[in-house]
C-alpha cells in the first residue's frame, strides 16, 4: 500500500512487519519517532513483542543480545552518544554471531553538541563485525529493513546488520513509500530459526573466554563470514526484486557511469542530492557519474574497482573524517583501486553536524578536485575560522 | 532447534558455543608463580583451604592431609592466608 509517511514511521512499519519478537531502545533525538511508534503498535496491540524500556542504550543493546541469544528475533534503533553508548555491547553481538537489525541514525558526535546529521557514528562501528547498509530514501530504508533480517539470519552470515539513515533529511521527512503487505513480507522473510539458543536442557555459554591458542582464529572467522556476506547481500536483493519489484542496487548502485570521466561516490541520502546535480552536469555536456555505496560493510573492493576502473577522477564525498588520518571511505576506496584504476581520487569533507550541501557544495569539490586537491574540506566558512 | 540437533545447516560458528566442563581442559595451573606447601604436622584438618579455595583444585587426602592439584592452582595464596594454623606456606621453590 503506498502512504505518505515520515522516514521514521516507514522504518516503525518495516520493522513490525518483520514481526520482532523483542524491541529494546532508548530515545534520543532524532531517532525517537521510530521506537515511539513502535512502543505505539506494541502498547495497541498491532505488534506482538515484548517492548522493553531501559535506562540507556548499553541495556537496549545489553537486552537484545539477550533475546537473540535465547533464540528471538530482536530490533533496536539510537544514533550518535547513544551508538557510542552501545559500542561495547555491539563488538559483543557482532562476535557471539547474533543475528539482529539496528538502525543507525546517522547523526554528528560530539563535541560540541549537535543533534544535526553526519556519518560520524556509525562509522565508529566499521571495525565491529556488523555490516552496514546506507539507505538513500525512506523507501530504501524500510526496504533495506526486510532485507536486513534475511541477511544477518543467513546460516552464511550469522552477523548484526545495521540500517544506516540520515537523521533528520530520511527520519523527519514525509515521502510516498510503498508498505509492502504482511503476507508478503512473511512469504519473504521466515519466521527467525535460530541455529543455536540457550537452551535448559541443552545447557552450553555463549560468549565464553578464548585464550591465545582460539580467539585469534575466532576472530578470523567473524571477518572471513562478514567478507562472504557480501554474495548474500546481492542474492537478498535480487530475491526482493523478485518478491517486491523494486530495487536500489545490491551493493553498489551506479548511475550514469557507464562513460562517466568523473564520478562522486557517496553514501545515503546525499545521494539523491548527487543524482540531481549530476543530471544538470550531463544536461551541461559534463560526462558526470554518481556511485552509490550502499552496503560499506562488507566492504565491495572489487565492484568499486570494476565500476571506477576507467574513470578519470573519482570524488569521495564524506560526512565523516577520521581526525588527524583520512576521509574514511575515501581512504578504504584509495586502497580497494591501487592498481586497478588509474583515476585521481580526491576526498572532501562536506555537511558535518548538519550542514547543507548544496549544488554549490558539489561544484566547490569538483572545481577543487579538478584543481588538484586531494583531502580537503568543502564548504568551510572563513569568518567563522578567523574567530577562532 | 538446538545445536546439536541442528541438521542441513552449518555448524554454529567457532567459539560461540561452550559445552560445559572446559574448565577441566584449561588448565590454569600455569599462570602460577607461587605455589602453597603444606606442612602436615601443623595441619589440624579443619578444611578451611579446601574450602576457601576459588579454583576448587584442594585435595583432602587423608583427615590432616591438603594437597593443591598443580595443574590448576594458580597460586593465588588465599589457602596460605586463610589457613588458622599457620600450615600453608607459599613458596617459588617447588615451580
Same mark, same amino acid.
Given at each position: 500500500?503506498?502512504?505518505? $509517511?515520515?522516514?521514521?514511521?516507514?522504518?516503525a512499519?518495516?520493522?513490525?512487519?518483520? @514481526?520482532?519478537d523483542?524491541?529494546s531502545?532508548?530515545?534520543?533525538?532524532?531517532q525517537?519517532?521510530?521506537?515511539?511508534?513502535l512502543?505505539?503498535? #506494541?502498547a495497541?496491540?498491532?505488534?506482538d513483542?515484548?517492548?522493553?524500556?531501559?535506562?540507556s542504550?548499553?541495556?537496549?543493546?545489553?537486552?537484545?543480545?539477550g533475546?537473540?541469544?535465547?533464540?528471538?528475533?530482536?530490533?533496536?534503533?539510537?544514533?550518535?552518544?547513544g551508538?557510542?553508548?552501545?559500542i561495547?555491547?555491539?563488538?559483543? $553481538?557482532?562476535?557471539?554471531?547474533?543475528?539482529m537489525?539496528?538502525?543507525?541514525?546517522?547523526?554528528?558526535?560530539?563535541?560540541?553538541l549537535n543533534i544535526?546529521?553526519?556519518?560520524?557514528d556509525?562509522l565508529?562501528?566499521?571495525?565491529?563485525g556488523?555490516?552496514?547498509l546506507?539507505?538513500?530514501?525512506?523507501?530504501?530504508?524500510?526496504d533495506?529493513?526486510i532485507q536486513?533480517?534475511?541477511?544477518?539470519e543467513?546460516?552464511?552470515?550469522?552477523?548484526?546488520?545495521?540500517?544506516?539513515?540520515?537523521?533528520?533529511?530520511?527520519t523527519?521527512?514525509?515521502?510516498? #513509500?510503498d508498505?509492502?503487505?504482511q503476507e508478503?513480507?512473511?512469504?519473504?522473510?521466515?519466521?527467525y530459526?535460530?541455529?543455536?539458543?540457550?537452551?535448559p536442557?541443552?545447557?552450553?555459554?555463549l560468549?565464553?573466554?578464548?585464550?591465545?591458542?582460539l580467539?585469534?582464529?575466532v576472530?578470523?572467522?567473524i571477518?572471513r563470514?562478514?567478507?562472504?556476506?557480501?554474495?548474500v547481500?546481492?542474492?537478498?536483493? @535480487?530475491?526482493f526484486?523478485?518478491?517486491f519489484?523494486?530495487w536500489?542496487?545490491? #551493493?553498489?548502485?551506479?548511475?550514469?557511469?557507464?562513460d562517466?570521466?568523473? $564520478?562522486?561516490?557517496?553514501?545515503?541520502?546525499? #545521494?539523491?542530492?548527487?543524482?540531481?546535480?549530476?543530471?544538470?552536469?550531463?544536461?551541461?555536456?559534463?560526462k !558526470?557519474?554518481v556511485l552509490?555505496?550502499?552496503c560499506?560493510?562488507?566492504?565491495p573492493?572489487? /565492484?568499486?574497482?570494476?565500476?571506477?576502473a576507467?574513470?578519470?577522477?573519482?570524488?569521495?564525498? /564524506?560526512k565523516?573524517?577520521?581526525?588527524?588520518?583520512y576521509?574514511?571511505?575515501?581512504?578504504?576506496l584509495?586502497?580497494?583501486?591501487?592498481?586497478?584504476?588509474?583515476?585521481? !581520487?580526491?576526498?572532501?569533507v562536506?555537511?558535518?553536524?548538519?550542514?547543507?550541501i548544496?549544488?554549490?557544495?558539489l561544484?566547490?569539490?569538483?572545481?577543487?578536485?579538478?584543481?588538484?586537491e586531494?583531502?580537503?574540506?568543502a564548504?568551510?566558512?572563513?569568518?567563522?575560522?578567523? /574567530?577562532? | 532447534?538446538?545445536?546439536?540437533t541442528?541438521? &542441513?545447516?552449518?555448524k554454529?560458528?567457532?567459539?560461540?558455543?561452550?559445552?560445559?566442563?572446559?574448565s577441566?581442559?584449561?588448565?590454569t *595451573?600455569?599462570?602460577?608463580?607461587?605455589?602453597?606447601?603444606?606442612?602436615?604436622?601443623? =595441619?589440624? &584438618?579443619?578444611?578451611? =583451604?579446601?574450602?576457601i579455595?576459588?579454583? &576448587? =583444585?584442594?585435595r583432602?587426602?587423608?583427615?590432616?592431609?591438603?594437597?593443591?592439584?598443580?595443574?590448576?592452582?594458580k *597460586?593465588?595464596?588465599? =589457602?596460605?592466608?586463610?589457613?588458622?594454623?599457620?600450615a600453608?606456606?607459599?613458596s617459588?621453590?617447588?615451580?
Amino acid at each position: 500500500m503506498r502512504k505518505m $509517511i515520515e522516514g521514521s514511521r516507514a522504518v516503525a512499519e518495516a520493522v513490525a512487519l518483520c @514481526r520482532p519478537d523483542v524491541i529494546s531502545a532508548y530515545p534520543i533525538t532524532p531517532q525517537t519517532h521510530i521506537v515511539e511508534e513502535l512502543s505505539q503498535l #506494541v502498547a495497541d496491540g498491532d505488534l506482538d513483542a515484548e517492548y522493553v524500556r531501559v535506562e540507556s542504550e548499553h541495556s537496549a543493546a545489553s537486552v537484545c543480545l539477550g533475546a537473540v541469544a535465547a533464540g528471538s528475533r530482536a530490533y533496536s534503533a539510537t544514533t550518535s552518544q547513544g551508538m557510542l553508548l552501545m559500542i561495547e555491547v555491539l563488538y559483543n $553481538i557482532a562476535g557471539m554471531r547474533l543475528p539482529m537489525v539496528i538502525t543507525g541514525v546517522n547523526r554528528a558526535v560530539s563535541a560540541p553538541l549537535n543533534i544535526w546529521n553526519d556519518q560520524q557514528d556509525t562509522l565508529a562501528l566499521r571495525d565491529a563485525g556488523w555490516l552496514q547498509l546506507y539507505a538513500e530514501s525512506s523507501q530504501e530504508c524500510l526496504d533495506m529493513h526486510i532485507q536486513a533480517y534475511r541477511i544477518a539470519e543467513d546460516d552464511r552470515v550469522l552477523l548484526p546488520v545495521m540500517v544506516c539513515m540520515d537523521g533528520f533529511i530520511l527520519t523527519h521527512t514525509y515521502e510516498t #513509500v510503498d508498505v509492502p503487505a504482511q503476507e508478503a513480507v512473511d512469504a519473504f522473510l521466515p519466521r527467525y530459526d535460530p541455529l543455536f539458543k540457550l537452551d535448559p536442557t541443552d545447557p552450553y555459554t555463549l560468549g565464553a573466554y578464548a585464550g591465545p591458542e582460539l580467539y585469534h582464529e575466532v576472530r578470523y572467522t567473524i571477518h572471513r563470514d562478514c567478507l562472504n556476506a557480501k554474495q548474500v547481500v546481492k542474492e537478498v536483493a @535480487r530475491d526482493f526484486r523478485t518478491a517486491f519489484g523494486r530495487w536500489a542496487g545490491d #551493493v553498489i548502485e551506479p548511475y550514469h557511469c557507464e562513460d562517466a570521466e568523473e $564520478i562522486v561516490v557517496a553514501m545515503g541520502s546525499v #545521494v539523491g542530492t548527487l543524482k540531481d546535480w549530476a543530471d544538470r552536469k550531463r544536461a551541461a555536456g559534463e560526462k !558526470v557519474g554518481v556511485l552509490k555505496l550502499r552496503c560499506y560493510r562488507p566492504f565491495p573492493a572489487e /565492484e568499486l574497482a570494476e565500476a571506477l576502473a576507467k574513470t578519470k577522477r573519482v570524488m569521495v564525498l /564524506e560526512k565523516a573524517v577520521s581526525m588527524g588520518g583520512y576521509g574514511i571511505v575515501a581512504a578504504e576506496l584509495r586502497a580497494a583501486l591501487s592498481g586497478k584504476s588509474t583515476a585521481a !581520487v580526491a576526498c572532501a569533507v562536506a555537511g558535518l553536524g548538519g550542514r547543507d550541501i548544496t549544488m554549490a557544495t558539489l561544484d566547490e569539490v569538483q572545481r577543487r578536485a579538478r584543481a588538484g586537491e586531494t583531502d580537503f574540506f568543502a564548504g568551510l566558512r572563513a569568518e567563522a575560522l578567523e /574567530e577562532a | 532447534m538446538s545445536a546439536s540437533t541442528a541438521r &542441513g545447516r552449518r555448524k554454529p560458528p567457532l567459539g560461540v558455543i561452550t559445552r560445559p566442563g572446559t574448565s577441566l581442559r584449561n588448565k590454569t *595451573g600455569s599462570w602460577g608463580i607461587l605455589r602453597p606447601v603444606f606442612d602436615w604436622k601443623k =595441619c589440624t &584438618g579443619c578444611n578451611t =583451604c579446601e574450602s576457601i579455595c576459588p579454583e &576448587g =583444585c584442594i585435595r583432602h587426602l587423608e583427615r590432616k592431609q591438603y594437597e593443591a592439584d598443580p595443574e590448576f592452582c594458580k *597460586g593465588c595464596g588465599m =589457602c596460605a592466608a586463610a589457613c588458622p594454623a599457620g600450615a600453608i606456606a607459599m613458596s617459588e621453590e617447588h615451580r
